[in-house]
């Protein structure tokens, strides 16, 4: 069974390594950030610092976009994404799978988190599954209102896929 993780559909796209993973991972991915990775390409702030970095991020992104815009895709999309928390996949290539997330924000944490924070959130309480997230901020806010989920830096990727740590050893005795 892969191992799952919740995690935007923009870090995907920037961080290419996530979709060649050693071992097969399912993603959850909820829906908003698939609209956000159009916002991200069309916006004339640059993605990367590097120009040539910020080039191939916007390819991969105008990917995922014709990827999931495609009539297929988009119309199961649509068919499966209409209940709260219901949820269609994707297989991909290199043993990973996408897995969209129909997430409602509940405003659960009001001014602590924007919408996308709070969905990532909440898919991973729902589903018991880390994040993966590069913004220390967030993780930091994570940790100071103990936000019951658990989480791995970008960094920590490979020690996640690989080892991990068990949810159960996380919770108290």
Do not use: C
Not at 100 to 118: H, I, Q, R, S
Not at 148 to 160: C, K, M, R, T
Request: glycine share 2%.
């Amino acid at each position: 069974m892969p191992k799952q993780f919740v995690i935007e559909a923009i870090m995907l796209a920037i961080y290419g390594e996530l979709m060649a993973p050693a071992e097969p991972v399912e993603y959850l991915i909820p829906m908003s950030t698939i609209y956000e990775l159009d916002e991200f390409y069309h916006s004339p702030e640059p993605i990367m610092p590097d120009p040539a970095d910020d080039k191939h991020v916007r390819k991969i992104m105008r990917d995922m976009i014709e990827f999931f815009s495609d009539p297929f895709n988009r119309k199961r999309l649509e068919k499966s994404l209409i209940a709260p928390w219901s949820s269609v996949t994707f297989p991909f290539q290199n043993g990973v799978t996408l897995r969209v997330v129909k997430v409602e924000d509940n405003a659960m944490w009001g001014e602590l988190f924007d919408p996308v924070e709070t969905q990532l959130l909440l898919t991973a309480m729902r589903f018991e599954t880390p994040l993966i997230t590069d913004q220390t901020d967030w993780q930091d806010r994570i940790l100071e209102y103990v936000v019951p989920v658990q989480f791995y830096d970008i960094d920590d990727f490979e020690f996640a896929l690989e080892q991990g740590i068990a949810l159960n050893d996380l919770r108290e005795p």
